[in-house]
């Protein structure tokens, strides 16, 4: 009943279309389109053979891409992004899940500093830890290769893990471990035949989710890689910064093969998490 | 082992080992530690290792000056030298307006499109994009579209609002929008899922006593989503403060966009004087928590309980 007058006064007030709503679709279709020119420039600027006036280039060309995946020895670049993010998901998910379980079902001294400093990673900025971070690291010799930059990424991506985890392991059933306690599973068997299984979604979530922010981190792999263990978006922003060595279009195509590569994750990403969850902490209902 | 003579003893007092041994693991199990307990321990080692302690060495080493001079030398250093202290605003002037602006223009947004609409999930997934492709690309991105020769500004003169190109990369403003694009999306999804968490019904409870929609918004959801409010201005202004790449690639590094994190990025890896890279550092965490540690407080004064929805 109040359902359906709430749809007639809405339906009857978009018809209306007040002078508020035509600012609001305004701003956000302003905002979509200044999102489709910055993508949409660096694309076109990528196929496009020179481009002075006008609102196109004056031909397309591939050959930036060509030029790019030798020059740039792109095809490494992948492979090391690929090498860093896959540590980075399985060693995140191998510490942050069994903590996760712990911190949602147990009840100890202290627990809310060891939450707590599971928080600060995530509600600082990596510069201003990743400075200190990558002092360490240097002194002991890890950073300016793959093993530093890893450890680096890992910071962030284990309390992700865990503050993903906590709450879709808090809505599992107790009830159903303490049965199989009774029937005589240890922990161990516990974890891989009752919560495993149930965790697979969640553990999913959190795996895309860190690999999308593991791909797209800067700040920490930039503080701490080395000339070989740069990843794309690492070796994306020497190329820009070091403008007018090299083509404009050239650099552009780097950034499309990196966007190519987001947007993709992105897609795959949202067969297992729903948009918002992207951003924010995730929500228990799936919507 | 040693249980039989240590039971023979006429005091007889202390419980023998053999029995102590589970009486201790008993006592503890009692107060919530037991063996199951060090499933956590790896992810506590490891914050310990690679943040806790760093932070603290961090700490330690800009008590250390590479010049001399006293512990808070290098402090002194950097608070003096107009150069470096100036960054501290240059910073707040880019991400509190930035922040500010990203959460003022998403409520209203937001608050007009909750509820369910065709293609409200396209929406949220054309949103999503630019917050996965991160400041760089956004930065190479503004620098071809707000370019003298590019789209904007091409639109501009076509429609015939400029003469001449406007200025819009390599300054404030080339900075400025790579908050905004990278911003926005972030607070409108977090304030839309604030909004969705606030149960419809008691607006239409008000607005079956007459109240009108500005009345409905100021009195019922404007309280409600404030604590929501107060935490997504929190979570942008951290992105906005730490603004690093695009500072240096569509801002003027050198000038007006000389933030705080290039001049620890400069330190640390131009001059490698890491004690005074630390300090900034330090500077940059605590001018930050000081700004939250404001928010939070003036959001404190506000109603904080349920806002019966499912958030």
Same mark, same amino acid.
């Given at each position: ?20 709503? +035509? ?40 050959? +930036?891409?060509?030029?790019? +995946? ?8 992948? #492979? ?12 995140? =998910? ?11 079902? %147990? ?32 002194? #002991? ?46 922990? %161990? ?14 553990? =999913? ?7 999308? %922010? ?10 701490? $890689? ?53 951003? $924010? %902490? ?6 | ?10 005091? /007889? ?22 063996? @199951? ?61 930035? /922040? ?69 990369? @390599? ?141």
């Amino acid at each position: 009943m109040t359902l359906g007058l709430a749809g007639g006064t809405r339906s009857r007030r978009r018809i209306v279309a007040s002078p508020g709503a +035509w600012l609001v679709w305004g701003a956000v279709a302003f905002f979509l389109l200044s999102l489709l020119g910055v993508v949409g420039s660096v694309l076109v600027n990528s196929f496009g053979t020179r481009w002075f006036g006008g609102w196109f280039p004056e031909g397309a060309t591939t050959r +930036w891409y060509t030029e790019a +995946w030798s020059d740039f020895g792109i095809t490494e670049l992948i #492979f090391v992004t690929v090498e860093v993010s896959a540590a980075v998901v399985a060693l995140s =998910l191998l510490i942050g899940v069994p903590a996760a379980y712990t911190l949602a079902r %147990r009840d100890f001294p202290g627990k809310r500093l060891v939450y707590l400093s599971f928080l600060l990673p995530i509600l600082m900025p990596p510069i201003t830890y990743g400075i200190p971070l990558a002092t360490v690291l240097y002194k #002991f010799g890890f950073a300016g290769n793959l093993s530093g930059v890893i450890l680096a990424n890992l910071v962030p991506a284990v309390p992700f893990v865990i503050l993903t985890m906590t709450p879709f392991i808090e809505q599992i059933d107790p009830a159903i471990e303490r049965a199989a306690r009774m029937c005589g599973a240890g922990l %161990r068997s516990v974890f891989l035949r009752i919560l495993a299984p149930l965790l697979v979604p969640g553990i =999913l979530a959190a795996g895309i989710l860190v690999l999308v %922010r593991t791909v797209g981190m800067f700040e920490l792999t930039f503080l701490t $890689a080395g000339p070989d263990s740069q990843t794309l978006i690492v070796a994306l922003f020497y190329s820009m910064s070091s403008a007018g060595i090299r083509a404009q279009q050239s650099v552009d195509a780097m950034a499309v093969v990196y966007m190519a590569m987001m947007l993709t994750l992105l897609v795959l990403a949202l067969r297992f998490v729903n948009p918002t969850q992207l951003v $924010a %902490r995730v929500k228990e209902e799936p919507e | 082992m040693t249980g039989a003579p240590v039971a023979s003893r006429p005091e /007889a007092a202390p419980p023998p080992p053999r029995q102590e041994d589970p009486g201790l693991r008993h006592r503890l199990a009692e107060r919530g530690i037991d063996r @199951n307990l060090l499933l956590i321990l790896p992810a506590i080692v490891f914050i310990v290792g690679l943040f806790i302690y760093p932070f603290l060495y961090g700490l330690g080493l800009s008590f250390q000056p590479k010049e001399g001079g006293g512990p808070f030398a290098d402090y002194e250093r950097f608070f003096t030298d107009p150069y470096q202290r100036n960054t501290i605003w240059k910073t707040l002037g880019l991400a509190i307006p930035a /922040a500010l602006l990203n959460v003022l223009a998403s409520v209203p947004i937001a608050y007009r499109m909750r509820g369910r609409f065709r293609g409200k999930r396209l929406l949220t997934i054309v949103l999503v994009v630019p917050i996965t492709l991160g400041t760089v690309l956004t930065a190479e991105g503004l620098l071809n579209f707000l370019g003298p020769a590019g789209w904007f500004n091409r639109t501009l003169l076509e429609i015939g609002l400029v003469d001449e190109p406007i200025r819009l990369i @390599n300054n404030y403003w080339g900075v400025f929008f790579s908050l905004i694009i990278t911003g926005f999306p972030f607070a409108f999804l977090l304030i839309s899922s604030y909004l969705s968490g606030i149960d419809p019904s008691l607006e239409r409870a008000a607005a079956t006593m007459g109240a009108g929609w500005w009345d409905r918004f100021r009195h019922i959801t404007l309280p409600l989503l404030t604590p929501g409010l107060a935490t997504t201005f929190c979570l942008t202004f951290v992105l906005a403060f730490s603004v690093f790449p695009s500072a240096i690639l569509v801002g003027e590094p050198a000038g007006e966009t000389r933030v705080i994190s290039i001049a620890a990025y400069q330190a640390a890896y131009e001059q490698y004087d890491y004690p005074m890279a630390s300090t900034i550092a330090m500077v940059m965490g605590a001018v930050e928590l000081i700004v939250i540690a404001a928010v939070l407080v003036w959001r404190s004064r506000f109603y904080t309980g349920t806002t019966g929805g499912k958030g």
